[in-house]
């Protein structure tokens, strides 16, 4: 087997985990369909997600299982890049592993 064929059998392996999101950013609702938007052009869908308003910032906490870490990093980068999003807190917990709460 050619070291090329490796490399590519080893990345269709990658290993799934949890991803965890904060969002936060202004209180729009434009924000919240930005985020879900951005989800459902994947075709995910988070296994839950909370959302909560104080005063002018939207705070938005979400889970996805089942996903590869570069995948949840790319969606992070995404989330970073929507208007009026302040910061993204990520984290991500490979199956194995205890799965920190943020």
């Known amino acids: 087997m050619t070291l090329a064929r490796k490399q590519g059998l080893e990345t269709q ?4 985990g949890q991803a965890q999101y904060k969002v936060l950013g202004d209180a729009s609702s434009q924000l919240l369909m ?9 075709d995910l869908l988070p296994e839950y997600a909370t959302v ?20 949840a990093d790319l969606i992070a980068e995404k989330m ?3 208007v009026q999003t302040h910061l993204v807190e990520f984290s991500w917990t490979s ?8």
């Open 13 to 16: 392996r990658e290993e799934l």
């Open 34 to 42: 930005r985020i879900f938007g951005l989800l459902a052009q994947q």
């Open 52 to 71: 909560r308003k104080n005063e002018d910032v939207l705070v938005v906490r979400m889970n996805k299982t089942l996903i590869s870490r570069r995948r």
């Open 80 to 82: 970073r890049s929507l």
């Open 95 to 102: 199956s194995s592993e205890e799965i920190p709460v943020l």
